[in-house]
């Protein structure tokens, strides 16, 4: 069993930068792989950024390659979301999620988060 709790989300402008955070509770945290998922409104949940369990593989939507970096700190149960260069079209709520395959495949993410609202304003 995860839990999982997101923070660091917020009101940013456009090109600005925020770094997201999601703690997990449990001693197997390090044997899953992570996820970042956003969900605009009226829009379905979208894969963002994936981190395989030790941390050496990385995959992210195209729309933010080169943007945002997924890293973790298995020592503090911790994954992060550097998000650089911020656009009006990242607003969403932000989820963070595990699995325990390295995927971008939504439905592969058996624990989620409650998430956290990133909004980029023009």
């Known amino acids: 069993q995860v839990q999982l709790v997101e923070s660091g989300g917020g009101l940013v402008q456009d090109g600005g930068s925020l770094r997201l955070s999601c703690a997990a509770s449990?001693?197997?945290?390090?044997?899953?792989?992570m996820g970042w998922f956003r969900q605009a409104p009226g829009k379905e949940r979208e894969f963002v950024a994936a981190?395989?369990?030790?941390?050496?593989?990385?995959m992210y939507l195209d729309f933010v390659k080169g943007r945002f970096i997924m890293s973790r700190d298995n020592a503090k149960n911790t994954v992060y979301l550097q998000m650089n260069s911020l656009k009006p079209e990242d607003t969403a709520v932000y989820y963070c999620?595990?699995?325990?395959?390295?995927?971008?495949?939504?439905?592969?993410?058996?624990?989620w988060g409650q998430g956290t609202q990133v909004t980029v304003s023009s």
């Open positions: 999620a595990a699995s325990v395959l390295y995927t971008m495949s939504r439905t592969a993410y058996g624990y």
């Open positions: 449990g001693r197997t945290f390090s044997s899953y792989a």
């Open positions: 981190i395989s369990s030790n941390g050496i593989s990385t």
